[in-house]
């Protein structure tokens, strides 16, 4: 099978990758990835030989276009993804995940190509704390931010491009990621890092809020799942029951790490912050017999930890840019 990986080389991308070519001999991979600040090239260096790796954007048909013609499944992870940048400047996020999307839809739809389109629970936007109620796929679309609107935007294209014109997609909205090779900008490889760097992890708000992680393996078997048994047209969430409030993964890394537990600042909160997201990921289990297998939050954290700590190599050369960018918007509480 010839699969055409779009952001390939950023988080959830890239060990996509690695873990298909060490699980699917039988799969031939190219990656197509505008190798954007998000992007880490250096991560798929000891796989250079067994891909095809293009440099492009996703909005670009020229680029595009060869490139689906010759697959028979894309995959499409490339996105603007950081909420955070969203606020600061949306372009990109506008420019990628909605003309990104439609580019990739109109060459699929052109030469008959399979799609899966990757996506995440904040086009559901948030839910209260005490609200026992958590996402399904049919769930009312409710974005609060620039990323999380393109990103819902993104797939109402997908879906319109399956209804109008017979495209051959399969949709699924996954809950947080956490793992190896995440960009230090996100909340868990910032912390770690902070701590290794002697920053003081920062909290944003009053920490409450309650994302529901899920480790990128998981996520990216149960891409996988969807690929194989998913029914065409259709949306399915992934999410591995892992709700955890922000102040716990904040004094488990610190704990995990060595630390007190309370080393941390508050800082300034973002703008709309979504309280709570949850997935019910009864369909994804039910109908296609997916299960996760990285469960242990605590233990998944600490694998983490040693990760990036034996990897400073691969976050070092960005980190001193990152956290200069959050000074400037972000001030203790
Ligand atoms: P990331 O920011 O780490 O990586 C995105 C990759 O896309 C980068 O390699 C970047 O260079 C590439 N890219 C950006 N714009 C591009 C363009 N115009 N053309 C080609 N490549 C481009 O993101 P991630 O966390 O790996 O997320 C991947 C996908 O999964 C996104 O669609 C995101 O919305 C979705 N998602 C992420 C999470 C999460 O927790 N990280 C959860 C659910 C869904
Ligand atoms: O739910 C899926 C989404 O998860 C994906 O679609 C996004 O691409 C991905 O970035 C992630 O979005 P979040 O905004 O939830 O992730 P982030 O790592 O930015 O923040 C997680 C939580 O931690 C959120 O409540 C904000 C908070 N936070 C974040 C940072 C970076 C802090 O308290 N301190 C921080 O320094």
Excluded at 118 to 125: A, L, N, Q, R
Excluded at 194 to 220: E, M, Q, T
């Amino acid at each position: 099978m010839r699969v055409l990986v779009t952001g390939g080389a950023g988080f959830i991308g890239a060990n996509f990758v690695l873990r298909t070519l060490a699980e699917r001999p039988d799969v031939d991979l190219t990656v197509l990835d505008k190798f954007t600040y998000a992007a880490n090239a250096s991560t798929l260096d000891p796989v250079a030989s067994d891909i095809r790796v293009v440099r492009g954007d996703i909005a670009d048909a020229s680029i595009v276009d060869p490139l689906v013609a010759d697959a028979d499944l894309v995959v499409n992870f490339a996105a603007e993804s950081h909420n955070d940048r969203s606020l600061a400047d949306p372009s990109s996020f506008v420019q990628t995940n909605l003309v990104g999307t439609y580019t990739l839809l109109e060459s699929v739809r052109r030469h008959d190509v399979r799609l899966h389109h990757i996506s995440t629970d904040e086009v559901y936007g948030d839910l209260d704390l005490d609200d026992p109620a958590r996402f399904t796929e049919t769930t009312a679309y409710n974005p609060s931010s620039p990323y999380s609107s393109t990103k819902a935007g993104s797939d109402l294209l997908v879906r319109a491009w399956v209804r109008s014109f017979g495209v051959a997609a399969t949709l699924s909205n996954c809950s947080n990621n956490y793992g190896p090779y995440q960009h230090v900008e996100k909340l868990i490889p910032r912390q770690i890092t902070n701590v290794l760097s002697g920053i003081r992890p920062k909290v944003y708000g009053d920490g409450a809020n309650v994302r529901d992680w899920i480790h990128v393996h998981d996520h990216n078997d149960a891409v996988w799942t969807v690929i194989d048994r998913g029914q065409l047209g259709e949306t399915y969430l992934i999410g591995a029951d892992g709700e955890v409030d922000n102040l716990t993964v904040v004094t488990s890394i610190l704990e995990l790490m060595g630390r007190e537990a309370d080393a941390f600042d508050f800082v300034t909160d973002r703008p709309g912050h979504d309280r709570r997201y949850a997935i019910d990921a009864t369909r994804l289990r039910t109908e296609l017999g997916w299960t996760p297998r990285f469960t242990d939050f605590r233990s998944g954290l600490a694998d983490t930890i040693d990760w990036y700590t034996a990897h400073r190599d691969w976050w070092a050369p960005v980190k001193a840019g990152v956290e200069a960018v959050y000074a400037a918007t972000q001030q203790t509480l």
